[in-house]
């Protein structure tokens, strides 16, 4: 959080009882463009749906027909499908609306002089915000003190270069849908809604659409097929029967008959309910969608790529020890006697943000504290920063002291030591000092210091006259239950890769510590950088851990992966894992310690950071996946008699031909319907569903390996369907009677 200057005592936020009327003067903080879906959508989508429109077609050509028992009959039955059809898509956008208030980002506001946490869709004018580095800006503001504070306006202006921004006039405006980049500040809101920048040149990300996942895409082909046999089989069922009784409208009521059995409209009904009430059920959890279609790929998952700070470990750091250069000794950081080692901890509290909210620099900041020159650092003036940047990074800050003017940097070791021009033998030391640090499963980092003669500074932070100071060992612990949930995810069948940015060493001990299967190799971030696109999609497959990782080697690794046919997902939670997360198929933000732009780009928010989570929704994407084919496979068992028993006998020209009509498919409707989407949803999951490998890479669930059971249940319903149809029509029963009994059976 920035620091608080001692004017803004005197801006207090909105006060509570200000708030209802600006809310009826302004409204809730959304774009209005953005259509919500009511009861009257639901109602329309139905009667727009072609089974919906054949329905009415029949029930006008009874009446037509002066069969008025049967239209009414079939009005009745009508009026009971589109009740459930309703009903169903009610329930799943309710389910909806839920998860979108679950997915509503936050945003931390001073109201009666009071920090709270509100809803980003509750802001107002005159909302006094807390900004810091990944925030996403959610409504046009004013700042009003801002510490190192650049911002990402690409969605605006269309420049990807941070700008600068500051309280002066002319950089002191902040837009909705930009990033923060660095820094942190206090802001006022000045405009929400559609008033903003942003909605006023029509750029809500709300009204964007995700594209059709593959099972979406496979539905949709596999209807828009049954739908032109329907269509097809009517005009074939309607010249058969006008050709034997030359009666117009019976003989169209027959086709219909056969083209409502053909059209499968039970399948996208099914995939939309499971999808929602799937993620309404996870979201209650903790476990946060952002699209229900999310889920379908959840169960596929076949690599898991982990981030390891704030993932794998508490992201709860402390410094362990510091090494002093000059002095060549090893200490603990509260020793307060060795100037050494205070000198160090100052240098490093130099090159951190006056306000640290990163568990590195608060736990540089908290071991500085300790020591005993804790007081000299306040009195400094920052004067100049080099933000974190570089391949490995570092950053510096410039101060004015009452010894001149002074430069502090900190970052990775082999950057520092680099940059400090040690002769090679003690070079040669210092590496040696980093690797057993490291091979203790410590984050290191290097110190280094510098003085300038005046406030002439160069281009690039490399190019000060650097001196080195030493390193700093931090500790971040594992999680408790991460061995374990590691074990969970190996007996799934899904592969483990640990991509991190630090050194090996420091990665193999976690590894080690937590169970992580990592092999004898691993490929640093330059060298996947250099790795020719054919080459590291081999490597991929064998290489289980990535270190000295940066953002477009953590991109490169994920698309490879990709590449090679496999369902990818991605952990992350700063800034710089927001590419990785949006390439991967489900990208995995922490949303605890997450920041609002590593959430905004994943598809799945742990809002506890537990990594158990992840196994939960991996186990709740295979069972709704198991279950949607149980449903699809139920479906098309039950269409292939109805279609057969409707078309056969006409064909072979039976005594009775059209033993069904309209008004009996449209009851099979009623039964096929909520069966179908309400009780398979709710099956139970199979006790052994997480120690299977995951389904392979495209598998179409409409492929005739999948539906070889549907169709032969389909064609043994329907053997024995014709066969009671034969048996009592060569008996001399009526029609009524025939009837009854093959519709019965049916239902049963």
Not at 276 to 298: D, F, P
Request: proline content about 5%; overall charge neutral.
């Amino acid at each position: 959080m920035p620091a608080q200057p001692p004017d803004l005592v005197f801006y207090s936020g909105l006060k509570k009882s200000e708030i209802q009327p600006l809310l009826k003067q302004f409204g809730k903080n959304v774009f209005g463009a953005v259509k919500k879906r009511g009861f009257l959508m639901a109602v329309w989508n139905v009667f727009k749906e072609p089974m919906f429109l054949m329905l009415v077609f029949a029930a006008t050509l009874y009446f037509v027909l002066g069969e008025s028992d049967e239209g009414l009959l079939m009005l009745t039955a009508m009026c009971f499908v589109v009740a459930i059809s309703i009903y169903q898509e009610t329930k799943s956008n309710r389910a909806l609306e839920a998860l979108k208030e679950f997915t509503q980002a936050r945003i931390t506001v001073i109201r009666d002089q009071q920090e709270e946490m509100i809803l980003i869709g509750d802001l107002l004018p005159g909302d006094l915000m807390i900004l810091t580095e990944g925030d996403k800006i959610p409504a046009d503001a004013v700042i009003l003190h801002s510490n190192d504070l650049t911002v990402n306006e690409s969605v605006i202006t269309g420049e990807s270069f941070p700008a600068e921004k500051n309280p002066q006039p002319g950089s002191n405006q902040l837009f909705q849908g930009t990033l923060i980049d660095s820094g942190s500040c206090y802001a006022r809101v000045s405009l929400t809604g559609n008033s903003t920048v942003l909605g006023k040149i029509g750029k809500s990300l709300s009204e964007q659409t995700a594209p059709k996942t593959a099972l979406q895409k496979q539905i949709g082909y596999f209807v828009k097929w049954l739908t032109a046999f329907g269509v097809t089989a009517f005009a074939i069922i309607w010249l058969i029967n006008y050709m034997h009784n030359r009666d117009v409208f019976q003989s169209l009521l027959l086709g219909l008959t056969l083209a409502m059995s053909a059209i499968p409209e039970e399948i996208p009904v099914a995939f939309a309910a499971f999808m929602a009430l799937g993620a309404a059920k996870m979201a209650k959890l903790g476990i946060i969608t952002r699209e229900a279609q999310t889920i379908e790929n959840l169960g596929a998952v076949s690599v898991i790529c982990l981030d390891k700070t704030g993932t794998i470990t508490k992201n709860k750091m402390e410094v362990k020890a510091v090494y002093d250069f000059e002095t060549a000794r090893m200490a603990d950081p509260a020793d307060r006697s060795d100037d050494g080692i205070n000198r160090v901890l100052l240098f490093a509290r130099m090159a951190s943000e006056k306000d640290p909210f990163d568990a590195m620099e608060k736990a540089i900041n908290e071991a500085y504290q300790k020591q005993g020159e804790a007081g000299y650092y306040e009195k400094m003036k920052f004067i100049h920063e080099y933000p974190l940047g570089g391949i490995p990074p570092m950053m510096t800050h410039v101060y004015e002291t009452d010894k001149g003017i002074w430069v502090a940097g900190k970052g990775a070791p082999e950057r520092i030591l680099r940059i400090c021009k040690l002769e090679a033998d003690t070079l040669g030391r210092q590496e040696k000092i980093v690797s057993d640090m490291a091979s203790s499963g410590f984050r290191v980092l290097g110190i280094c210091s510098a003085i300038v003669p005046s406030e002439k500074y160069p281009e690039k932070q490399d190019d000060f006259n650097w001196k080195f100071e030493g390193f700093l060992s931090l500790y971040d612990p594992p999680k408790e239950n991460v061995r374990d949930v590691f074990e969970k995810w190996y007996q799934a069948g899904i592969s483990i890769k640990l991509i991190t940015g630090d050194f090996p060493a420091t990665a193999l001990h976690i590894a080690k510590t937590t169970g992580l299967r990592y092999g004898r190799d691993y490929l640093t971030g330059e060298q996947v950088m250099n790795l020719p696109e054919e080459n590291l999609m081999k490597r991929v497959s064998d290489v289980h851990m990535y270190v000295r990782m940066f953002p477009q080697a953590k991109l490169k690794v994920v698309n490879a992966l990709k590449a090679n046919q496999q369902i990818v997902a991605m952990t992350g939670d700063g800034v710089n894992d927001a590419p990785a997360l949006k390439s991967a198929d489900i990208g995995i933000a922490m949303g605890s310690k997450g920041t609002e732009v590593a959430k905004e780009a994943a598809d799945l928010v742990i809002t506890d950071d537990d990594l158990d989570k992840i196994t939960d929704s991996i186990t709740e994407g295979r069972k709704i996946y198991a279950n949607f084919k149980k449903a699809v496979r139920y479906i098309i068992s039950i269409h292939i008699p109805i279609i057969l028993t409707a078309s056969l006998p006409l064909i072979f020209g039976w005594q009775y031909p059209n033993v069904f009509t309209p008004v009996h498919v449209i009851f099979l409707e009623l039964i096929m319907g909520p069966t179908c989407s309400v009780f398979f949803e709710r099956e139970p999951v199979e006790h052994d569903i997480m120690l299977s490998k995951p389904r392979p890479y495209g598998q179409n669930i409409f492929s005739g390996k999948e539906l070889r059971m549907s169709i032969l249940q389909g064609l043994v319903i329907s053997a024995g369907l014709l066969s009671l149809y034969f048996y009592f029509m060569q008996h001399g029963y009526e029609l009524k009677y025939v009837r009854t009994v093959v519709f019965n059976t049916l239902i049963l």
